[in-house]
């Protein structure tokens, strides 16, 4: 079923969650300072051709300097919650000891998020693993699950009096599949099933520390996943249908389902049934009480969508996506046991990451999450959009493509609570300019833009325009809009 993107005013709900977010590695710099240690991604971006352009997130955007008057800029552009990440090698140097200079600087940043009222949405993990973990095996190795839960414990120890929202993992389909199968993301490991071990460690890891911050009294614990609205190239040719069930389950229902029903889908295992690991069907990994502790109830579900993929069963070469985007560096298809799908372009204009700009596609993955899974509030916990901004001749940063973007988002959120589905808040990817993992500094995400050379923070039109929508709860018809 197809979904037209309303036009016309819309409101929304006067609770409605207005955020930005963030992650510490993307922006927070200060790589070596007051006991923190590398994480893979200190050793990813230092590998000739892993990044583009060599960079790294040595510097980042300095954050970890600039805290208040980055919260300050917050405030000013009508943030009613903040999402950050917390880094595990700052509070947990080589995953040992706690680091109390590490953690004060979290402690420092969430009273100054309440002192400015606003709210802090916190993640444990985003990507930044300790590189000492990883030298252990990372997430192939079941003992990582285990570390986190000691470090989830630390965190919570110092903030839980404070910070209401507590998510355990942001996209693990991204540490798992892009870290330990594609090699696009660190460690840059192409190991095929590893992905999947590497998905199975997470939820573990996720489930772990969901029952342990539980019984410390969290009451607000969920986690965030990058979910896909995979559709056949041709819905009447069966190749592409089993295709786009195959990404399905590859992308969506691995997570979804142990989460949120106990167990992995029929079909995934079915699909990766010939991958082995370490000589052994990749199954093996998964013990015996396992997906009970995975499925551990949570009280909310964070969702991060930028686009769907049109897929297709059939060799192509006019493939868009993952992968097919990468300059410099041989990224393996993340879809281990599936890699003969492909993924046609549809010819809709694209965001500066070559992603298609898909609306309706969010509207329709918030339906299904609502019809097919036991119904939890759900915040759309990114979505966001690159662009080739630049700063112009009057000084400012005029980008009304980010507009048109996240006015045809929130329509697309905003129809779906029409029908009933209970999305209660939009964290707007990213705050600021950042960090792009593979991309270095090359894209820019940010409601604010950053100048790499002075490290000045100039807001873009899309960042007043949504201050505007933050104070207002209101889309005026297109076209109405100033940039
Ligand atoms: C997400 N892919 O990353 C992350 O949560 C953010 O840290 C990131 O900056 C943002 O989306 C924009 O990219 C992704 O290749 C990175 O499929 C890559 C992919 C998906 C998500």
Known sequence: ATYVVPTGEVRFPSDFVWGMATASYQIEGAVAEDGRTPSIWDTFSAIPGAVINGDTGEVAVDHYHRMPADVALLAELGATSYRFSVSWPRVRPDAGEVNPAGLAFYDRLVDELLSRGIAPWLTLYHWDLPQTLEDAGGWTNRDTAHRFVDYAISVHEALGDRVPTWTTLNEPWCSAFLGYSAGHHAPGRQEGAAGLVAAHHLLLAHGLATQELRGRGADRLGLSLNLTVPDPSDPADPVDVDAARRIDGLHNRVFLDPILRGSYPADVLEDTADLTWHGRP?????????????????????????????????????????????????????FVGSEHVTFPSRGLPVTAMGWEIQPDGLHRLLRRLHDDYPRLPIYLTETGAAFDDRVGDDGEVHDPDRIAFLDAYLRAVHGAIEKGVDVRGFYQWSFCDNFEWAFGYLKRFGLVHVDYDTLVRTPKSSARWYADLARTGVLSPPGVVED
């Open 282 to 334: 990749w199954t093996d990994v998964v013990r015996d009480g396992d997906l009970s502790v995975i499925s551990t109830p949570i009280d909310v579900l964070g969702v991060n969508y930028y686009h769907g993929d049109e897929v297709s069963g059939h060799p192509r070469t006019d493939v868009t996506g993952i992968g097919a985007d990468h300059p410099d560096r041989v990224s393996l298809s993340p």
